[in-house]
């Protein structure tokens, strides 16, 4: 006999958004929409209010607006957003320790093993929607099934609020009739030569010989037939260690100004170096990502060791690979400027004489976090040293 493990795929219905209407009544059945307000602002979050005038995440502002004149915009609060994720996730804890997070809103929950405790997979999904909404005011939507793939594909299938289960018998009438967009790892263009091929729908790839289907997609053929067949044999992993902390901010007007440039660069360097520390991590790697007007973008890195979770080194080696940058191009104009660490291991190995030697930048650290804690990010900002 075949024995099943039962997914969820838990994931917040408009997160962002629906925290912000959380917060303020006056924004409660409004079309919100959460990101910079700059003209060169991207939507991080659309209420289903908006949406349904066509604007979702990833937009430009500019053409959020262009099509809901009259949406409010609001600037996102993440530290406000990980305070719910947090008390989210513990929900989830709660059921089972196999919590693979993909995001502060979504994550796989592996809950085979919690059934003897619990009840079904379906009983368990109702339970932590009902809880979540308990606790924090705000809804998700739940796909639960036997993978991770069928169980994030239902809990897209009824948004917002909704509780999709994918059973193994009712696999191939659920995806024969998808588009093949729906399916992770198809982007547009793939999808659309497989549009130039007649294949459309997750049935007809499935049934696709594999002398139509290699041209297109060569070594993942054998993969994506799977999928579009609801094969998927991957694992929840839990606690997935993070790879990289960034932050990165496009301007509402191109930069060529390297003073100014350096003065972004720092403030973005401080903001890294900050979620850093908060979740308790050093980095032995410094990037920086640099967009010019013309949209090419430039990546640049640089090790380092002993590893470090400090502003001041995290800004100067940033510093460093942007002048080099800008010696390359010296005329160019930006639109986007990047920090990021990476290569990350936790902070409680950082070396003793480390600690010693840097006592007083760990003490101007500790002093501007809590300033930002409670003040927001805009009430001190760290200058350049040139």
């Not at 510093?319 to 080099?324: H, T, Y």
């Amino acid at each position: 006999m075949t024995v099943h493990r039962s997914i969820l795929h838990v994931d917040m219905d408009a997160f962002f958004a629906s925290v912000e209407q959380l917060d303020d009544p006056e924004l409660a059945g409004q079309p919100v929409v959460v990101g910079g307000a700059g003209g060169r602002g991207v939507v991080a979050a659309a209420s289903y209010e908006v949406r349904r005038f066509g604007v979702h995440s990833a937009m430009p502002m500019r053409e959020a607006l262009r099509r809901c004149p009259h949406a409010l915009v609001v600037r996102p609060r993440f530290k406000r957003y990980r305070e719910i994720s947090s008390q989210i996730f513990a929900i989830f804890g709660e059921f089972t320790n196999l919590v693979e997070g993909l995001s502060l809103d979504e994550a796989f929950l592996d809950v085979t093993a919690s059934v003897s405790l619990f009840g079904s997979a379906d009983k368990m999904a109702r339970e932590i929607k009902s809880l979540i909404r308990a606790r924090t005011g705000i809804t998700a939507s739940v796909g639960v099934s036997h993978n991770k793939l069928l169980a994030k594909l239902g809990s897209e299938m009824q948004k917002p609020d909704g509780l999709t289960i994918i059973r193994p018998e009712d696999v191939t009438a659920t995806l024969d009739p998808m588009p093949v967009g729906r399916l992770f790892g198809i982007g547009a263009k793939t999808a659309a030569r497989l549009e130039q091929q007649g294949i459309f729908t997750l049935g007809q790839l499935r049934r696709a010989p594999e002398s139509v289907l290699w041209p297109l997609l060569r070594r993942e053929t054998r993969k994506f037939r799977d999928r579009a067949s609801g094969i998927d044999e991957r694992p929840v992993v839990a606690d997935a260690p993070e790879k990289q902390i960034s932050t990165e901010e496009t301007f509402d007007a191109d930069i060529r100004d390297r003073k100014l440039l350096r003065e972004r660069l720092v403030q973005l360097a401080d903001k890294t170096a900050a979620r850093l520390r908060s979740r308790q991590f050093k980095a032995g790697m410094i990037s920086i990502k640099v967009r010019r007007r013309d949209f090419e973008t430039f990546t640049r890195q640089k090790s380092f060791n002993p590893p470090t979770q400090e502003t001041r080194l995290i800004a100067q080696v940033a510093e460093e690979l942007l002048d080099r940058w800008l010696d390359e191009q010296p005329r160019a104009a930006v639109r986007l400027l990047g920090v990021g660490v990476s290569d990350l291991s936790p902070a409680t190995q950082l070396d003793l004489f480390t600690l010693r030697d840097n006592a007083e930048a760990r003490q101007l650290d500790d002093a501007v976090d809590r300033i930002h804690g409670r003040f927001g990010d805009d009430a001190i900002r760290r200058g350049t040293d040139r």
